[in-house]
């Protein structure tokens, strides 16, 4: 549901003419709003529009910065307690929403409001901790441990395609850069990384990489099936980035690899 009008424009605060800020605090209607000078005047019945242009006249118009030097006295000798049991007295008052703050201990917070003052919602950033670079260091590896461990219950037992055809397994994770993997043939690698599993890299140093042309003669005429369930045959195979699927109906799909046609990742082209 859209905000209302009187939603939107409560608690606006404009620059006035004069340079004073001025708020509305009522909304009637665009043509009917309350406003508030920072020194307390209230002027009433004024429009959006003389709201937006800063044509709003201070009550006092021949003398209003006497009205925000006697309030700015007022407030200078009035002090506060911060929420947290500190003393607070004004220091410096340019208008009602740029004041500097002293506190007892010396810390001074500059270019507050006068509202933040008086709810004592002005925080003395000197008692703020200074972070342990030691604790800090110890989250983050502690976090590091807990991803790493999570990884490990995760990733252990997962199966993926070398680029050789085979089948390996993740049998031991002991981070993202140290993991050992077993082939179908049961052949080891240690301490390899996870990127390369992903990624197919590993090689069996047990298992020869066939010849260009006994590849093409092996893989003319393999079928497969893609994640849609379309049916597809490789029908010609130049290598193993350049090969043409042909699906049931007699599309063809062209310059593919033979990755994508094992991992089902070929769509077909008329869908």
């Known amino acids: 549901m859209p905000a209302s009008n009187q939603e939107i424009h409560l608690g606006r605060i ?35 529009k003389q709201f937006n242009e800063g044509n709003i006249k201070h009550p006092n118009k021949n003398n209003p910065s006497r009205c925000i030097k006697s309030n700015a006295d007022a407030w200078m000798e009035e002090s506060m307690q911060s929420t947290k049991g500190e003393r607070m007295d004004i220091l410096e008052y340019r208008g009602s929403n740029d004041i500097d703050v002293k506190f007892e201990n010396g810390y001074i917070a500059r270019h507050k409001s006068i509202a933040a003052y008086k709810s004592g919602q ?5 008692n703020l901790k200074e972070p342990n670079k030691k604790d800090e260091s110890k989250k983050i590896n502690k976090s590091r441990q807990l991803k790493t461990a999570h990884d490990r219950i995760e990733r252990i037992g997962t199966t993926h395609q070398a680029n050789n055809g085979q089948e390996m397994t993740i049998i031991a994770y002991r981070s993202s850069v140290d993991i050992d993997i077993r082939f179908e043939d049961n052949t080891i690698i240690e301490h390899t990384t996870y990127g390369l599993f992903k990624s197919g890299a590993i090689r069996n140093p047990n298992k020869k990489m066939p010849s260009p042309k006994n590849k093409e003669k092996k893989r003319m005429g393999e079928e497969g099936t893609n994640t849609n369930g379309d049916h597809m045959k490789i029908i010609a195979y130049k290598n193993a980035t350049d090969l043409d699927i042909l699906f049931d109906d007699g599309s063809i799909s062209k310059h593919r690899d033979y990755i994508s046609f094992k991992r089902g990742h070929i769509a077909h082209p008329k869908k």
């Open 14 to 48: 404009k620059t006035a003419s004069n340079g004073m800020n001025i708020e509305i605090i009522s909304y009637n209607h665009s043509r009917d709003i309350t406003v508030r000078f920072e020194d307390g005047e209230i002027v009433e019945h004024r429009t959006i």
């Open 122 to 126: 002005i925080l003395n950033r000197s």
